[in-house]
């Protein structure tokens, strides 16, 4: 299986701040690569896919990049509807593995 | 529109079953694969298994081989997950999501399973 690997597990920060996750991939998955971003009780929300590709309705300040094994997710501007937990996901091979999930919290 | 609809909460004892569905509507069902997902509480997110709506084809993560079948009845565009065998780590919210672009734009609103004695 391939592992994923998110950091960090949680921060703080305040709105507007600029905001980065990493996710590291344990073996090459090219491009395969989404964020996903859940609040509790909701089914997790689809924001970046192959891994720089906004989904349509996502607003512009979520940016993601990188390929090969190293990504991140940045919001530039945090707003207070951003405040959730993000995961990454490869979707490169089966099965399609979770990184652990990164809390993004209210400073 | 897009729409997947999944069964209602369950409680079920250690060693029962469960059954979830997922009725798709707003699009062609035979043209995407359905994943299934779980979530434990307070936990992140565990990849289950994928079915094609198409030809009934699997893959299951194999942790869960041989407890989980996933079916699908094309008459009524619906998806269906079985565990068998609950334990009380089955506890979980369980989602089916729909594959597009290799990503997951579409999913359910979950079901939750609680396993308790």
């Known amino acids: 299986d391939i592992q994923m690997t998110q950091s960090p597990s949680s921060l703080s920060a305040s709105v507007g701040d600029r905001v980065t996750i990493t996710c590291r991939a344990g073996q090459t998955i090219t491009n395969y690569l989404n964020w996903y971003q859940q609040k509790p009780g909701r089914a997790p929300k689809l924001l970046i896919y192959?891994?720089?590709t906004l989904q349509s309705g996502v607003p512009s300040r979520f940016s993601g990049s990188g390929s090969g094994t190293h990504f991140t997710l940045t919001i530039t501007g945090l707003q207070p509807e951003d405040f959730a937990t993000y995961y990454c996901q490869q979707s490169y091979r089966r099965p399609y593995t979770f990184g652990q999930g990164t809390k993004v919290e209210i400073k | 529109q897009v729409q997947l609809v999944q069964s209602g909460a369950e409680v079920k004892r250690p060693g029962a079953s469960v059954k979830v569905s997922c009725k798709a509507s707003?699009?062609?069902?035979?043209?995407?694969?359905i994943h299934w997902v779980r979530q434990a509480p307070e936990q992140g997110l565990e990849w289950m298994g994928i079915?094609?709506?198409?030809?009934?084809?699997?893959t299951y993560a194999q942790k869960f081989q041989g407890r989980v079948t996933m079916t699908r009845d094309t008459s009524t565009s619906t998806l269906y997950m079985e565990v068998s065998s609950l334990r009380s780590d089955d506890t979980a919210i369980y989602y089916c999501a729909r594959e597009e672009n290799s990503s997951w734009y579409y999913w359910g609103q979950g079901t939750l399973v609680t396993v308790s004695a």
């Open positions: 707003g699009y062609r069902f035979t043209r995407y694969y």
């Open positions: 079915i094609n709506p198409d030809d009934g084809s699997t």
């Open positions: 192959a891994a720089s």
